[in-house]
C-alpha cells in the first residue's frame, strides 16, 4: 500500500555516509514504494565506483551518474530515490530535482565518523594528506548551501537508527502537501 500518496519521487540528498541508501530503502518498504540509489544503479551497470573513479576519473562518472539519475527522474510512478553525495552539484539534475519533493538528511562530522568506517569504499574520501573525518567536513562545507537550496524538507539524522529516522520521514513526508502530483 502507498502511504504517500500526495508525493511522486522522494529524493533523498545529503553528504557521503549520513545514511541516504539506508534511511531510502527503509522508508521505501514503510510507504510501500520501489527504491533506487544512484550509485547502485551506476554499479549493476559499470562495475564498483573506486574501479570506476580510478579507470576512468570523476567527470567520467558524474556524467554517467547525471544520465542514471535523468532516466530515473523522467518516471511519473512514484518511488524513493537516494542520490550518491555529489549528485547535486550537476545543474541538470538540480533543475530536475524541481519536480520532486527533496529531503536533505543532515549530520554532522562527529555522527559520520563511524559511519564512513563501517560502509562504502568512498573515493573522494581516500587522501594523502587529510584523515577521511577531516575531508568529509571540507567536503561538505563546499556543497552544504546547495543541498539547503534544493530541499523541501531538512532530516536532522545524527541521532536514531536508520528505521526511527524513516519513521520520523514519513510522517513528516505524510503532513506536507506534495508539489508534483497532477
Ligand atoms: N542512523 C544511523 N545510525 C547508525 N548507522 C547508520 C545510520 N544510517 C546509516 N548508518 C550506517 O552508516 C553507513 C553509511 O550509510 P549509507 O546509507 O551508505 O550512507 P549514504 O548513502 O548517505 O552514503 C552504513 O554502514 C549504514 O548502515
Ligand atoms: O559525495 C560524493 O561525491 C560521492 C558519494 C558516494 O555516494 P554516497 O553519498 O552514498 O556515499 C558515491 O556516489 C561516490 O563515492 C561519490
Ligand atoms: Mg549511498
Keep these: 500500500m502507498n502511504r504517500l500518496p500526495a508525493h511522486r519521487s522522494i529524493v533523498l540528498i545529503g553528504p557521503m555516509a549520513v545514511g541516504k541508501s539506508t534511511v531510502g530503502a527503509q522508508l521505501a518498504r514503510l510507504a510501500g514504494r520501489e527504491f533506487l540509489d544512484s550509485d547502485q544503479l551506476f554499479e549493476e551497470k559499470h562495475g564498483p565506483i ?33 542520490l550518491g553525495g555529489g549528485a547535486v552539484l550537476d545543474t541538470g539534475t538540480q533543475q530536475l530535482l524541481g519536480q520532486s519533493t527533496v529531503v536533505f538528511l543532515e549530520a554532522d562530522a562527529d555522527a559520520v565518523r563511524e559511519r564512513i568506517k563501517r560502509g562504502g569504499n568512498r573515493p ?59
Design 50 to 82: 573506486p574501479a570506476a573513479f580510478s579507470s576512468y576519473g570523476e567527470r567520467w562518472f558524474r556524467e554517467v551518474e547525471a544520465r542514471i539519475i535523468a532516466s530515473v527522474l523522467a518516471r511519473r510512478d512514484q518511488y524513493v530515490l537516494s
Design 124 to 182: 573522494l574520501l581516500q587522501s594523502a594528506d587529510q584523515d577521511p573525518v577531516q575531508r568529509w567536513s571540507q567536503v561538505f562545507a563546499d556543497r552544504e548551501s546547495v543541498y539547503r537550496r534544493l530541499a523541501d524538507l531538512t532530516l536532522d539524522v545524527r541521532d536514531g537508527s536508520p528505521e526511527v529516522l524513516a519513521t520520523e520521514l514519513m510522517t513528516l513526508l505524510e503532513n506536507r502537501p506534495g508539489k508534483e502530483v497532477q
